[in-house]
C-alpha cells in the first residue's frame, strides 16, 4: 500500500469516532408514532339498556407528512348498536324506536394548522341483520347474565349505507404552559351527509389540567366524524411530555337533525319508527390520564330527548384509549 493510500485509511478511520458522536448528539427531531385507538360506548356506566345501548370503534392513524399542514390519514371500523326500552317484549311497542345496528369501516383525511383540524371522512357500511348487532348483544347479555333481549326479530332491514362527513375544530382560547397547570377551549362545526345520518353539528370543549395534549379533544363516535380523536400531538410519546398528565374536560354539542335512520326507520322499505326531535344537544363531562406513550379518556354523556314521548333520560359512558407505536 502506498504511502497516499495509508494516509487517506487512516484520515478516513480517524473521522469515523467524531461522526459518530456528532450524530448521537444530534438525532434529529423524534419521528412521529403510529397511532391505535380503541372506543367503547355503552350505558351499562349509566345502569340503563335502551336506545344507542353499545357502540365500538377501533381506528389507526399514520404519522403526519413534515409538511406546513400536516395532513394524515385514518382508517376505522365500528358497530353500533340501538334498542329500545323494554327488552323483554317480543315486538316492540309501537312509540319506542326500533332494534337497529350498524357496522361500517370508513377513511378519513385530515389537514391540522397551528390552531385547526379539518376532517373529511368517507363511511361505508350496512345497517339490519347483517350488521350482527342483534347477536352480539344476546351473547353479550347471556354471557353476563343480563336480561336477553327478545325483539331482534323485528329490527330495521338490511340496508347499505354510505356516507361523508367534515368536521373543523377551531382552539379559540389556550393558556397552557407545557408541563404546567393550564386550560384551553376548542370549538368545532361540521356535519354529516348519508342515508343513515344527516345533519350539521357544532359545540364547545373546554379543557383544564396538568399537561394538556396538543391535541383537539376527545373523539366523538357518531359517523365517525373526527378520526376517533388520532390527532398528532408533538409531545405524544416524544421528550416534551411529563409521562403522568391529567386534565379534565367538559362541552356540549349540538345538532340539527334531518334525518337518523335509528329513529325514522329504513329509507325505501316500510317498517318501524319514530317521530324525531330535530334540535338535540349532548352535554358530555369526563377524565383523561396521559402516559409517555398512551391516553385514557372517560365520560358521561347526557343526550337530550332524541324522538317525541322519550319516557326516559338517555346517558351513557364512553371510555377510548390511544396508544402510540414506534415505526
Known amino acids: 500500500m502506498n504511502v497516499v493510500a495509508r494516509t487517506l485509511l487512516v484520515l478516513v478511520l480517524a473521522g469515523l469516532p467524531p461522526a459518530a458522536s456528532a450524530q448521537a448528539e444530534n438525532p434529529g427531531p423524534p419521528k412521529a408514532p403510529w397511532r391505535f385507538g380503541l372506543t367503547v360506548e355503552?350505558?351499562?356506566?349509566?345502569?340503563t339498556d335502551r336506545y344507542y345501548t353499545n357502540g365500538?370503534?377501533?381506528?389507526?392513524?399514520?404519522?403526519?407528512?413534515?409538511?406546513?399542514?400536516?395532513?394524515?390519514?385514518?382508517?376505522?371500523?365500528?358497530?353500533?348498536?340501538?334498542?329500545?326500552?323494554?327488552?323483554w317484549r317480543?315486538?316492540?311497542?309501537?312509540?319506542?324506536?326500533?332494534?337497529?345496528?350498524?357496522?361500517?369501516?370508513?377513511?378519513?383525511?385530515?389537514?391540522?394548522?397551528?390552531?385547526?383540524?379539518?376532517?373529511?371522512?368517507f363511511v361505508l357500511g350496512i345497517v339490519g341483520p347483517s350488521s350482527l348487532a342483534?347477536?352480539?348483544?344476546?351473547?353479550?347479555?347471556?354471557?353476563?347474565?343480563?336480561?336477553?333481549?327478545?325483539?331482534?326479530?323485528?329490527?330495521?332491514?338490511?340496508?347499505?349505507?354510505l356516507g361523508v362527513a367534515f368536521d373543523r375544530?377551531?382552539?379559540?382560547?389556550?393558556?397552557?404552559?407545557?408541563?404546567?397547570?393550564?386550560?384551553?377551549?376548542v370549538g368545532h362545526a361540521g356535519g354529516a351527509l348519508s342515508n343513515a345520518i344527516t345533519e350539521a353539528a357544532g359545540g364547545v370543549l373546554v379543557r383544564a389540567g396538568w399537561g394538556l395534549p396538543e391535541?383537539?379533544?376527545?373523539?366523538?363516535?357518531?359517523?365517525?366524524?373526527?378520526?376517533?380523536?388520532?390527532?398528532?400531538?408533538?409531545?405524544?410519546?416524544?421528550?416534551?411530555?411529563?409521562?403522568?398528565?391529567f386534565y379534565g374536560f367538559a362541552g356540549f354539542d349540538v345538532h340539527a337533525v334531518l334525518r337518523d335512520i335509528?329513529?325514522?326507520?329504513?329509507?325505501?322499505?316500510?317498517?318501524?319508527?319514530?317521530?324525531?326531535?330535530?334540535?338535540?344537544?349532548?352535554?358530555?363531562?369526563?377524565?383523561?390520564?396521559?402516559?409517555?406513550?398512551?391516553?385514557?379518556?372517560?365520560s358521561y354523556v347526557y343526550r337530550t330527548p332524541r324522538f317525541v314521548g322519550e319516557r326516559k333520560r338517555f346517558v351513557y359512558g364512553s371510555l377510548s384509549a390511544v396508544f402510540g407505536l414506534d415505526r
Open 262 to 298: 335509528f329513529l325514522d326507520g329504513n329509507s325505501f322499505r316500510d317498517g318501524p319508527g319514530v317521530e324525531k326531535v330535530p334540535l338535540t344537544a349532548d352535554v358530555m363531562a369526563g377524565l383523561a390520564f396521559r402516559g409517555r406513550r398512551f391516553e385514557i379518556r372517560f
Open 215 to 245: 391535541d383537539f379533544g376527545p373523539a366523538r363516535q357518531r359517523l365517525g366524524i373526527d378520526g376517533a380523536g388520532l390527532c398528532p400531538d408533538d409531545r405524544f410519546g416524544g421528550p416534551g411530555g411529563t409521562g403522568s398528565d
Open 134 to 161: 342483534g347477536a352480539v348483544q344476546r351473547a353479550a347479555h347471556i354471557a353476563l347474565g343480563f336480561e336477553r333481549p327478545r325483539g331482534w326479530a323485528h329490527q330495521l332491514k338490511d340496508e347499505p349505507v
Open 169 to 185: 375544530k377551531e382552539k379559540i382560547r389556550r393558556a397552557a404552559p407545557s408541563g404546567r397547570f393550564g386550560w384551553d377551549v
Open 56 to 87: 365500538m370503534k377501533l381506528a389507526f392513524a399514520c404519522p403526519p407528512r413534515p409538511t406546513a399542514d400536516r395532513r394524515f390519514v385514518s382508517i376505522f371500523l365500528g358497530q353500533e348498536m340501538f334498542t329500545p326500552i323494554d327488552l
Open 90 to 121: 317480543p315486538v316492540p311497542a309501537a312509540d319506542d324506536p326500533p332494534y337497529a345496528g350498524f357496522l361500517y369501516a370508513g377513511l378519513g383525511f385530515h389537514r391540522r394548522g397551528p390552531s385547526h383540524l379539518d376532517s373529511l371522512t
Open 42 to 47: 355503552n350505558d351499562l356506566a349509566a345502569g
